[in-house]
C-alpha cells in the first residue's frame, strides 16, 4: 500500500509449502514493494485442502508478530480501495477431529486484543 492509514503496516508473505516457494525473480519484486518474504515448512502434509495454507501461515506468523491484529489474505485477493476492518474478537479455533481433515497439529490460538 502507498497511501492511507496502512501505508506504514508491515507485509509478510510467507510460503509454507517450501516446495511451491516463488522463484528469485517474484522474490526480487517483493522484496522492491517492502514486503517480507518467508518460507517456512507449515504444511508437508500433501493434503489437498488448501486453505490449512493460510491458518498454519496466520498461526506461525502469530507467534512472533508485535502488533495486536493480523489480516490474512489469499493469494487471490485484490485490494482496490483502503480497507475498513472490524474487530471481531472471536479468535481462531481449531475444533476437535481437525487433525483429520487437515493433517495438523492441534493447537489453539487466542484473540491478540
Known amino acids: 500500500m502507498t497511501r492511507g492509514r496502512y501505508?506504514?503496516?508491515p507485509i509478510l508473505a510467507v510460503s509454507p509449502r517450501p516446495h511451491l516457494a516463488l522463484g528469485s525473480e517474484a522474490r526480487a519484486h517483493l522484496a522492491r514493494l517492502g514486503v517480507t518474504y518467508a518460507v517456512e515448512p507449515l504444511n508437508d502434509t500433501g493434503?489437498?485442502?488448501g486453505t490449512i495454507n493460510r491458518i498454519v501461515a496466520g498461526a506461525w506468523a502469530e507467534t512472533f508478530s508485535p502488533r495486536p491484529y493480523l489480516v490474512?489474505?489469499?493469494t487471490d485477493t485484490v485490494l482496490v480501495g483502503e480497507p475498513s476492518f472490524a474487530r471481531a474478537d472471536?479468535?481462531?479455533r481449531l475444533g476437535p477431529g481437525c487433525e483429520r481433515v487437515c493433517g495438523c497439529s492441534r493447537s489453539p490460538m487466542r484473540s491478540r486484543a
Request: aromatic share 8%; hydrophobic share 40%; glycine share 8%.
Open 7 to 9: 501505508r506504514e503496516a
Open 47 to 49: 493434503n489437498p485442502y
Open 90 to 92: 472471536v479468535g481462531v
Open 72 to 74: 490474512l489474505l489469499d
